[in-house]
Nanobody, 115 residues
Framework: QVQLVESGGGLVQPGGSLRLSCAASGSFFSVYDMGWYRQAPGKQRELVAAITSGGSTNYADSVKGRFIISRDNAKNTVTLQMNTLKPEDTAVYYC?????????WGRGTQVTVAS
């Protein structure tokens, strides 16, 4: 059974930083594309950042230059370093694991940016 467990969310002031981590169970982690999505109240879930099995990265325009996604295949983890946070980054952040049409989701971690 595949499980994705996010951690690292919380309350932070504007301009601050947070580091989200996602621990993935299951085999062959390295062949999966991984991503972070977020969903704010009343809005659709959106892609924040993604990293392919080969290490290529992709970011939403709203977070480019502020967020960094990385993965550690030896530890089956993917990390999202979030810097210069803004109130509009407030959302539940979800970890996603994808291989072809198969995908899995974590339960999410709340990130709140407020002074």
């Amino acid at each position: 059974q595949v499980q994705l467990v996010e951690s690292g969310g919380g309350l932070v002031q504007p301009g601050g930083s947070l580091r989200l981590s996602c621990a993935a169970s299951g085999s062959f982690f390295s062949v999966y594309d991984m991503g972070w999505y977020r969903q704010a109240p009343g809005k659709q879930r959106e892609l924040v950042a993604a990293i392919t099995s080969g290490g290529s990265t992709n970011y939403a325009d709203s977070v480019k230059g502020r967020f960094i996604i990385s993965r550690d295949n030896a530890k089956n983890t993917v990390t999202l370093q979030m810097n210069t946070l803004k109130p509009e980054d407030t959302a539940v952040y979800y970890c996603n694991k994808r291989l072809g049409l198969r995908q899995y989701w974590g339960r999410g971690t709340q990130v709140t940016v407020a002074s």
